[in-house]
């Protein structure tokens, strides 16, 4: 089984950004990459659903759209199976060495991403897990312990030692 590496907190709490900044680090460092992240899709100043997008082309698919009234047990948005299918096949073809993929509450409750998240763990050197915070206990309960992570907010500095940490244990095959 590969290591895994948490990077805990909100979109708004950046870290969407912290995946793009370990990203390149990991890239700048020669190593290769795959996986998503998932991005809000707005009307206006409105979130009206969730796309999936492709860390090496920035190609996106439609996740989910707000449920509207609907009574669903996890969440209030209704999900593209479809689309779970497309975010494995973009985060395991190839040979990259790491994979990046998201947890959130479907994730907690081993729907969603997770089948992704264990054959990426089963698969790949190093799976990074952009972690909600709410679900963080039920995700990291299933797993072996995390080689590292960072708890955002954080600040510039707090973020760039962490990329530079993964970025030299990639590149010396060891991600610890």
């Known amino acids: 089984m590969g ?15 912290v995946v793009r900044r370990l990203v390149a680090a990991l890239q700048s460092a020669g190593v290769g990459v795959a996986g998503f992240v998932q991005t809000p899709r ?10 999936v997008m492709r860390l090496a082309t920035g190609d996106r698919v439609p996740l989910a759209h707000h449920a509207g009234g609907a009574d669903l047990d996890v969440c209030e948005w209704v999900f593209s199976p479809a689309a ?3 975010a494995a096949e973009w985060a395991l073809s190839g040979s990259s060495a790491v994979c990046f993929v998201e947890a959130g509450r479907l994730e907690a409750a081993e729907g969603g991403h997770w089948a ?3 054959r990426s763990l089963n698969e790949r050197p190093l799976t990074v897990l952009a972690i909600r915070p709410r679900v963080l206990a039920s995700v990291a309960l299933r797993l072996p312990d995390p080689v590292d992570s960072i708890e955002l907010p954080a600040d510039v500095d707090e973020i760039a030692r962490f990329c530079v940490r993964v970025g030299r244990g990639c590149a010396t095959e060891d991600p610890r």
């Open 3 to 17: 290591d895994w590496i948490a990077i805990v907190g909100s979109r708004e709490q950046g870290r969407e950004d």
């Open 84 to 86: 779970f299918e497309t």
């Open 116 to 118: 992704t998240i264990v």
């Open 42 to 51: 707005f009307d206006g100043e409105h979130v009206v659903g969730i796309d």
